[in-house]
């Protein structure tokens, strides 16, 4: 099955600085999906992104999909403490099996 | 709205003692997974199951067993628990839909220690 590197591990940001987060597969995927977890939380579904070279927005959240379906990003604009948690991504192959990311666990400070 | 509940949030076991976690979920969802998280090492999948009484190895099977007899309930199974199986335990469930593929919606998870 896929693999799926996500970097960086840690993100710490200034309130009002953006930052991104990247993930990449070892194979090409069917689709990818993002899930954010507060702490203490469980992880929750955000979006998913199916076609090569998909674009979806979230009010501040920028979510991007390669063109080779091998690698996504999020990019948050104007970090808020309210987005403080871990994002995750995770590839679904052509088995249909869902492989995770390790996550970006993002801190703020005011 | 899709619920999946866990049988504990914390649970403290001794070393060697037989562990049930249960996972119920109210979506008559065909797919149910376990996973465990540990810091660093994000989520990896333990057992799924795709029907009843089916059961399939995720990535770390090794130590566990995992039930399945009725669509709504998947419990996972430490026959003889270790401290290396100290970690936090997810439940997920899922359906295969055309537009959102196979999103998983989460328990609230357990965190077992096991002493």
């Known amino acids: 099955g896929q693999q799926v590197m996500q970097i960086p591990q840690y993100q710490h940001v200034q309130e009002g600085e953006d930052f991104t987060t990247y993930c990449n597969s070892s194979?090409?995927?069917?689709?990818i999906q993002w899930y954010k977890q507060r702490p203490g939380g469980h992880p929750v579904f955000l979006i998913q992104?199916?076609?090569?070279?998909e674009v979806k927005k979230q009010k501040r959240l920028t979510f991007q999909f390669g063109e080779a379906k091998k690698n996504s990003s999020l990019h948050i604009t104007a970090t808020q403490t309210t987005d403080v948690g871990t994002y995750f991504c995770?590839?679904?192959?052509?088995?249909?099996?869902?492989?995770f990311g390790a996550g970006t666990t993002v801190t703020v400070r005011a | 709205d899709v619920k999946v509940t866990q049988s504990s949030r914390y649970l403290v076991k001794r070393t060697g003692e037989k562990v049930f976690l249960e996972c119920v979920q109210d979506?008559?969802?065909?797919?149910m997974f376990w996973y465990r998280q540990d810091p660093g090492l994000g989520l990896r999948l333990i057992y799924f199951?795709?029907?009843?009484?089916?059961?399939e190895k995720g990535d770390i099977p090794e130590g566990y067993s995992v039930s399945r007899e009725k669509k709504e309930r998947f419990s996972l199974i430490l026959e003889s628990a270790s401290t290396n199986q100290t970690s936090m335990y997810l439940c997920?469930?899922?359906?295969?839909?055309?537009?959102?593929?196979?999103?998983?919606?989460f328990g609230p998870g357990t965190r077992l220690l096991v002493l």
């Open positions: 194979t090409t995927l069917s689709n």
């Open positions: 995770a590839g679904q192959g052509v088995d249909y099996k869902l492989s």
């Open positions: 992104l199916v076609k090569s070279g």
């Open positions: 997920a469930s899922s359906f295969l839909s055309r537009d959102r593929g196979e999103t998983q919606y």
């Open positions: 199951s795709y029907d009843v009484k089916m059961k």
């Open positions: 979506m008559d969802h065909e797919n």
